[in-house]
């Protein structure tokens, strides 16, 4: 079975500073998918970046970039120029690509505090 | 925009009560899903539901039990609720069965038994 570790259950950093995010995850399977998944206080849960685990390039979305590390089975999240709406829970996820799965599997989060 | 809508973002319940928490998506997703959301513990999936009148079992379906009637529409029960089912609900929703396409949520249920 598929675990996915976030070893820090809550951070801070300044206002327009970088934070990194932790995530390693336990899969035997080769072709898989790695989500970041952002819920501010009070509202709903949103899909920050993905990476498909057969690509080699990190992806990133804005100030938003990941450090993905197949070989370690290591997914970290970087936040450049922290804004305070990026203050909320930040859930790392892994999915295999299987066709005949259809669940996600979901780290226990970390808090997310951005400090003015 | 896609839209995952939980009925209510508050409930309160007597222990035994029998609770329905009601999710619909506006999106025509074949996929959708009953997490349960508790501090440290991350989300786990009660039940999923890949078509009409179709559902599995999570991770931790005990207590718990769900209908699909209609695509759009995901229903999870209570039966008898208990103290131990206060938590966070959240329902999700994806087309298709593989991580290329995005997943949902609604905004939750912060439901809490008395």
């Not at chain 1, 390039?57 to 990026?86: C, H, M, P, Y």
């Not at chain 2, 695509?71 to 089912?85: P, V, Y």
Request: charged share 25%.
């Amino acid at each position: 079975a598929q675990t996915v570790t976030q070893s820090q259950p809550e951070m801070s950093v300044q206002e327009a500073e970088t934070v990194t995010l932790s995530c390693t995850y336990d899969t035997s399977e080769n072709n898989y998918y790695l989500f970041w998944y952002k819920q501010p206080p009070s509202r709903q849960m949103i899909l920050v970046i993905r990476q498909e685990a057969y690509k080699q390039q990190n992806a990133t979305e804005n100030r938003f970039s990941v450090n993905f590390q197949k070989a370690a089975k290591s997914f970290s999240l970087k936040i450049s120029d922290s804004q305070l709406g990026d203050t909320a829970m930040y859930f790392c996820a892994f999915m295999t690509r299987e066709v005949q799965a259809n669940d996600m599997r979901f780290g226990a989060g970390t808090r997310l505090t951005v400090k003015p | 925009d896609v839209k995952v809508t939980q009925s209510s973002r508050y409930l309160v319940k007597r222990t035994g009560e029998k609770v329905f928490l009601e999710c619909v998506q506006d999106m025509d997703h074949e996929n959708m899903f009953w997490y349960r959301q508790d501090p440290g513990l991350g989300l786990r999936l009660i039940y999923f539901s890949y078509d009409v009148k179709m559902k599995e079992k999570g991770d931790i379906p005990e207590g718990y039990s769900v209908s699909r009637e209609k695509k759009e529409r995901f229903s999870l029960i209570l039966e008898s609720a208990s103290t131990n089912q206060t938590s966070m609900y959240l329902c999700a929703s994806r087309n298709g069965g593989q991580g290329k396409n995005i997943q949902y949520f609604g905004a939750g249920t912060r439901l809490s038994v008395l």
